[in-house]
């Protein structure tokens, strides 16, 4: 099937934005709850979000 | 806080020294840069070999195709009418029987065949690479593959890439060797530039190596986590300068970089972290059985997205940033070019935050690795 990895290609960065955001958001949470921690809270999102760009990017390069 | 009014200073100079810089997509009146004119003979038979692409859509193509590769000079940019290129060339080092070193100027910007101690050699336009031909320049390709059936030198060039990396860790020396002497000329208080980068420093080593690595063990990390860190910040950096420069958007870099991190994370490891990856405690036997070659996995896994994701974000950046920007030539009217500017514009400074993020990333993984591999046996007795 010609052009079905571009539909695999918008699966998957759907997917990792629907990951990201949720991270984002729950950090956004959790920063209001508790500013005081939102060093360590920065830091724990970054790390998730940048392991999910990597499974992202990861799945772009095989479609 | 005081702020240094020198440090304020360079970088008000620096910005505006920079400013030049930025025609780029207004090449005439570009004068700052060191030009090197090479006047090029187009020969018959090499415009035959590859005809240059007439539109634009396909121009800009090549254009940003050329610019995420490698090369053997620095192009800044060429006239199409007169077909002079702006830019120096770089040294070519290749052995074939015996160094053969010569300047990539004999070329000709891959045009022309290249002569040395009577060996032949030319650049092959689709892949950059130099190839060993005879005297007229004959390149023959495998019909199945399209690779060249050419014999390969071995190439030990000065390429941009190596420039730019030459560049970088030139900069890091003078930058870090200044700073660490200034704390004895001046009681311990970082002076210049350094007071930029002292904050920096203390940030990879406070909020990355400590952390995650842990008190104990987190010293013999850290000249490898502050080399990796400014490394790729500095490459980074260079790449959002219109010099042309992808290093950290090259596979091969990021590879050699995610290998020394798995290197340095399986060589320094204890018996701790082998025994969590075969022999997983605190799990039922039948499970420990499944997980190892999945622990096994991930010990690869893990450099081999340290590489993807630098390599992923610099490549694509360079990649949007280039066509954002080529959409000007492509659009030719006032509102397109004016829409262009300010997206690449805008562009510009996420990459900017990107490059900050990367190095922040590459380093921040790594020493999560390195504290995952000198962790103390401790949390497992608490279970039994």
Known sequence: MEGLNFVGAGLIVIGAGLGIGRIGGSAM?????????????????????????????????AA | MVISNKALRFIIATFVICLPFTSMANPEKDTTTVQTEVTH???????????????VKSKVKAF?????????????????????????????????NGFQIFSSSKFEHGEA????????????????????????????????????????????????????????????????????????????????????FEPIVLYVRDEIAIPNIGEKHYKKYMSYLLTIFFFVLFLNIFGLMPFGINVTGNLTITFSLAILTFLITNFTANKNYWGHIFWMPGVPKVMRIVLAPIELLGVF??????????????????????????LMFIFKSWLGSSLSFGLSFALSLLEILVAFLQAYIFTMLSALYFGGAVEEHHHEEAHH
Do not use: C
């Open chain 2, 64 to 96: 940003i195709k050329h610019h995420v590769l490698d090369s053997h000079e620095f192009s800044f940019f060429q006239d199409d009418e007169t077909g002079v290129h702006y830019g120096f060339p770089l040294p070519i080092i290749i052995w074939d």
């Open chain 2, 301 to 326: 896994i893990k450099p081999f997205s340290l590489m993807i994701r630098l390599y992923a974000n610099i490549f694509a950046g360079h990649i949007v940033l280039m066509s954002i920007i080529g």
């Open chain 2, 113 to 196: 065949v290249a002569e040395s101690n009577g060996n032949f050699y030319k650049i092959n336009h689709h892949d950059g690479k130099i190839y060993k031909t005879d005297a007229a320049g004959t390149i023959t390709e495998d019909e199945a593959t399209g690779f060249p059936k050419n014999e390969r030198p071995l190439d030990l060039s000065i390429t941009k890439t190596v420039f730019s990396i030459l560049l970088a860790a030139l900069l890091m020396f003078f930058i870090f060797i200044s700073l660490a002497k200034s704390y004895t000329k001046n009681n311990g208080i970082a002076s210049g530039i350094g007071r930029i």
């Open chain 2, 41 to 55: 003979e187009v020969t018959e038979a090499s415009h035959e070999a590859h005809a240059e692409p007439t539109d």
């Open chain 1, 29 to 61: 949470d959790a920063i209001a709850r508790q500013p005081e921690a939102s060093g360590k809270i920065q830091t724990a999102m970054l790390i998730a979000a940048a392991l999910i760009e990597g499974i992202g990017f990861a799945a772009l390069f």
